[in-house]
């Protein structure tokens, strides 16, 4: 791997306008094919949906203030917490970092001038749109209260929009299909010349495992979500059993696509993290090719374990037990990333920016979220914690905690790559402390609450409960200002002039040779292989963090 990857060949000599500049106007955007441009509109979309979402997870904490009902009733906190699940779920975390911070990257982490097919690319951001617009219609239609698990009888029997959002969700595999499509199609047929599969940045690797998961299970849900319509709708019996059907097959259906969907949300992550962390430890990653063979591992062991969220619906306990023991595998891809991200800090020269801090943010987080995953692995103490605030802690540590932080954290890594400006750096370095212990204290009680047998979607409960719910509530408040705060200074880094150059960080894969920001077509002429992805050695000299311009 030593003589891996590449410079920007022929300089950058002859100036062309960024690819923020040219072409102008809103119809340009409306139907580009560069990635870049595809890639910031998935940005601001998630992000708007990010708010949405946030705000119905900010009332859910403040209903759950006191006890009994404090400023909602029981079947409108039912909606909430539906629609809140549903819009994280998939419009929020699912697109976040493969379509929006994968479209922007990756094409330009290998050397390449766009993704394999432009077209379906733009066409699955619309997709995506359609899919959002469908999911904001139910509320017309008076919101769905399933819970975004949408579990039979009830989901089949309930009145209002459950169809128009399972079909939402339906419209919206479709454009994470696509995605996926398009990134193995660009991966195999677009890496510069001489770049082999192991001279790849990570980021690569976690893109591809990301994208075998999004072909070959989002079909299933779609499908599974369609017989739901069709047992609305039509009234044939597929999980009905006074229609012959079976309710807890739809279980086996939805998280044989959705078991392996958080993997969908993790490995992106993961893949940004590989990025974040040698570039600011200074150091060649540890363990190139054990981190890029067990986001693959984790990409296939992920469709093995699926009945794990469902060992108290009556299956029996030989295959309780089977279930219970291959999901602890899983745990080990996981582990072995952690210490090789570890192992890459150690002893580095850390520079303790705002990536950075969000990706030791990351690691800690994640550890609890993966660490609690194994009391909920094994078959005996899941009987305990399933469906209570336990597990709600659990997958906020995996899902909102892990993903986010990695969006934020390779958010923070690219904006001077995407749009050559630098944002507050002493105001992101605040943001990102108060992020971490707001989240802490949004979620750590829940863990406590789950364990003395607080159940989730509980409208009521119990009044020794309230203690740590106030502590959950309050904490969300500080969550919601880490996260304004970081609205607020990226938005005014716009105020900046564009200034910034084309390696901020001293990065030493092959975005960081193109201008801040990129041409339209990314590199001028045929990338040169130069140096691997991650090669620290010390010539030529990186540009230092602290010759910046600000
Ligand atoms: C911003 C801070 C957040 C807070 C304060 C928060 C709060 C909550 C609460 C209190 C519940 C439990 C509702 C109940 O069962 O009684 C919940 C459920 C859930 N949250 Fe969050 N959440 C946040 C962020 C996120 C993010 C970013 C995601 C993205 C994946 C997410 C995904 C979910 C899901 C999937 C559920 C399950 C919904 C259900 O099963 O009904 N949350 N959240
Ligand atoms: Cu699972």
Redesign the pocket.
């Known amino acids: 791997m030593s003589e891996g990857v590449l410079h920007a060949g022929a300089g950058h000599a002859v100036q062309h306008a960024d690819y923020l500049e040219e072409p102008r106007g809103l119809w340009s955007w409306l139907t580009t094919v560069d990635h870049k441009r595809i890639g910031l509109m998935y940005m601001w979309s998630v992000l708007f949906f990010f708010l949405v979402?946030?705000i119905f997870?900010?009332l859910?904490?403040l209903e759950?203030l006191t006890p009994r009902q404090t400023v909602m009733d029981a079947e409108t906190y039912n909606r909430v917490?539906?629609l809140?699940?549903a819009i994280?779920?998939f419009l929020?975390?699912i697109p976040a970092i493969p379509a929006a911070l994968g479209n922007f990257a990756l094409p330009l982490l290998i050397g390449a001038r766009d993704v394999a097919f432009p077209r379906l690319n733009l066409a699955s951001l619309y997709i995506y749109w359609t899919g959002a617009a469908m999911a904001v219609a139910t509320l017309a239609l008076g919101g769905v209260d399933t819970?975004?698990?949408f579990y039979t009888p009830y989901s089949t029997t309930t009145g209002g929009g459950v169809s128009l959002m399972v079909l939402a969700a339906f419209v919206l595999g479709f454009s994470s299909i696509f995605t996926g499509v398009n990134f193995i199609a660009t991966i195999h047929k677009l890496r510069a010349p001489g770049m082999g599969w192991f001279e790849m940045p990570l980021f690569a690797w976690g893109m591809y495992a990301t994208a075998i998961i999004q072909i070959l299970a989002t079909p299933v849900l779609g499908i599974t979500l369609l017989l739901i319509v069709m047992e609305r709708v039509l009234g044939v019996g597929i999980f009905d059993p006074q229609l012959g059907g079976d309710p807890v097959l739809f279980q086996h259906f939805f998280w044989f696509y959705s078991h392996p969907a958080v993997y969908i949300?993790i490995l992106p992550a993961m893949a940004v993290i590989s990025e974040v962390i040698p570039t600011f430890s200074k150091k060649t990653i540890f363990g190139y090719k054990a981190i890029a063979f067990s986001s693959v591992a984790i990409a296939l062991l992920g469709f093995l374990v699926w009945a794990h969220h469902m060992f108290v619906a009556g299956m029996s306990l030989f295959a309780g037990a089977i279930f219970s023991f291959l999901t602890f595998f899983i745990a080990v891809p996981s582990a072995i990333k952690v210490f090789n991200w570890i192992a890459t800090m150690w002893r580095g020269s850390i520079a303790l920016e705002a990536p950075m801090l969000h990706a030791i943010s990351f690691l800690l987080i994640f550890t609890i979220g993966g660490l609690t995953g194994l009391f909920l692995a094994a078959l005996s103490t899941d009987v305990h914690l399933h469906d209570t605030y336990f597990v709600?802690a659990h997958?906020?540590y995996v899902?909102?905690g892990s993903?986010?932080i990695a969006l934020l954290a390779g958010m923070h890594y690219w904006w001077p790559k995407m749009f050559g400006r630098m944002y507050n750096r002493r105001l992101a370095a605040i943001a990102s402390a108060i992020i971490f212990v707001g989240f802490n204290l949004?979620f750590l009680p829940q863990f406590v609450l789950g364990s003395r047998g607080m159940p989730?979607?509980?409208f009521n409960y119990l009044p020794q409960f309230q203690d740590l719910h106030v502590v959950s509530t309050v904490g969300?408040w500080v969550?919601?200002a880490g996260l304004f705060l970081t609205a607020a200074y990226l938005l005014a880094s716009f105020r900046q002039p564009k200034g910034m150059p084309a390696n901020p960080w001293g990065g030493r894969t092959l975005e960081w040779e193109t201008p801040s920001p990129p041409t339209t077509h990314n590199f001028e002429g045929q990338p040169v292989l130069q140096h691997g992805p991650y090669d620290y050695r010390p010539e030529p000299a990186p540009v230092g963090v602290k010759e910046m311009a600000h």
């Open positions: 979402g946030g997870a900010l859910i904490r759950l917490f539906t809140h699940g994280m779920t929020v975390i819970g975004w698990t949300m709600v997958f906020h899902m909102a993903n986010l949004t989730r979607r509980y969300s969550l919601a």
